[in-house]
C-alpha cells in the first residue's frame, strides 16, 4: 500500500511534442505529490509538487494533473525540449508522516530528440 | 541557497571493506535520508534520520547502519562491503515543515570490487 507506481521506465520523443509521465498509488494518506528531475550526475530537484485540493498544476512547460477518485497523477511537459532530457521520478507522502518520508515511483528516462 | 553535500562523488571500495559515506547539509534541516538508487529500481530508502541521534530504518536497511551525532551531519556506513551494494547513493534532508521537500546532495557512485 505505501507504492508508488510509475510509468512509462522510458520514452523518447520529438522536439516539441508532449512528454506525459504517470504514477499511481494506493495510499489514501498521502497528501503531498512531487516531481523530481535528475540530470545525469546530479542529484534529483524538485520539479513542480501539488496537493490533492487541486486537480492541476501549471508551472511554465511543466503541468502535474491530479485524479483523487483514481489515485493517479501525471506530469506533462508540453514543448518538450532537448534539454529536458533527465530522469524524472513522482513521489508521495503523508503529512502524518514522521520525518517527512517520501515514497518515490520507479523514474522515467526521457529523452528528447531535436 | 540550499545545500547538501556528500564527501565523494565516486569511490572503489574491496569487498569486506568498511565504507563510511558522509553528508553534510547547511539547512539546519531535522531530517536526514540515505537512498541508493539503481536502474528500473527508483530510489529506496535505506535510513533516514528525524533528530540527532535518532535513526529508523527505511525499506532496505540491511548490511548498513547510519550514524547522526551533528544535526548537520548525517553518515552511512557498509560495516562490511559487498558487491550488491555497488550503486549511486544518495543523502537527502528536509525541514520538519510537512510542506516541505527534501533536497538532494549529488550522490556518491560506490563499486565494490
Known amino acids: 500500500q505505501q507504492q508508488v507506481k510509475q510509468s512509462p521506465q522510458s520514452l523518447i520523443v520529438q522536439k516539441g511534442g508532449i512528454s506525459i509521465i504517470n504514477c499511481a498509488y494506493e495510499?489514501?494518506?498521502?497528501?503531498?505529490f512531487p516531481w523530481y528531475q535528475q540530470f545525469p550526475g546530479k542529484g534529483p530537484a524538485l520539479l513542480i509538487a501539488?496537493?490533492?485540493?487541486?486537480s492541476e498544476k501549471k508551472e511554465g512547460r511543466f503541468t502535474i494533473s491530479f485524479n483523487k477518485s483514481a489515485k493517479q497523477f501525471s506530469l506533462h511537459i508540453m514543448d518538450s525540449q532537448p534539454g529536458d532530457s533527465a530522469t524524472y521520478f513522482c513521489?508521495?507522502?503523508?503529512?502524518?508522516?514522521?520525518?517527512?518520508?517520501?515514497?518515490f515511483g520507479q523514474g522515467t528516462e526521457l529523452s528528447v530528440k531535436p | 541557497d540550499v545545500k547538501v553535500t556528500q564527501s565523494s562523488r565516486y569511490l572503489v571500495k574491496r569487498t569486506g571493506e568498511k565504507v563510511f559515506l558522509e553528508c553534510v547539509q547547511d539547512?539546519?534541516?531535522?531530517?536526514m535520508f540515505w537512498y541508493r538508487q539503481d536502474p528500473g529500481l527508483g530510489l529506496r530508502l535505506i535510513y533516514f534520520?528525524?533528530?540527532?541521534?535518532?535513526?529508523e530504518k527505511g525499506d532496505i536497511p540491511e548490511g548498513y547502519s547510519v550514524s547522526r551525532e551533528k544535526k548537520e551531519r548525517f553518515s552511512l556506513i557498509l560495516e562490511s562491503a559487498s558487491t550488491n551494494q555497488t550503486s549511486m547513493y544518495l543523502c537527502?534532508?528536509?525541514?520538519?515543515?510537512?510542506?516541505?521537500?527534501?533536497?538532494f546532495g549529488p550522490g556518491t557512485r560506490l563499486l565494490v570490487l
Open positions: 537527502a534532508s528536509s525541514s520538519m515543515d510537512v510542506r516541505e521537500t527534501q533536497y
Open positions: 495510499n489514501t494518506a498521502f497528501d503531498y
Open positions: 501539488i496537493r490533492p485540493d487541486v
Open positions: 513521489a508521495a507522502k503523508s503529512s502524518g508522516n514522521q520525518g517527512g518520508k517520501l515514497i
Open positions: 539547512m539546519d534541516h531535522e531530517n
Open positions: 534520520s528525524y533528530d540527532v541521534k535518532m535513526k
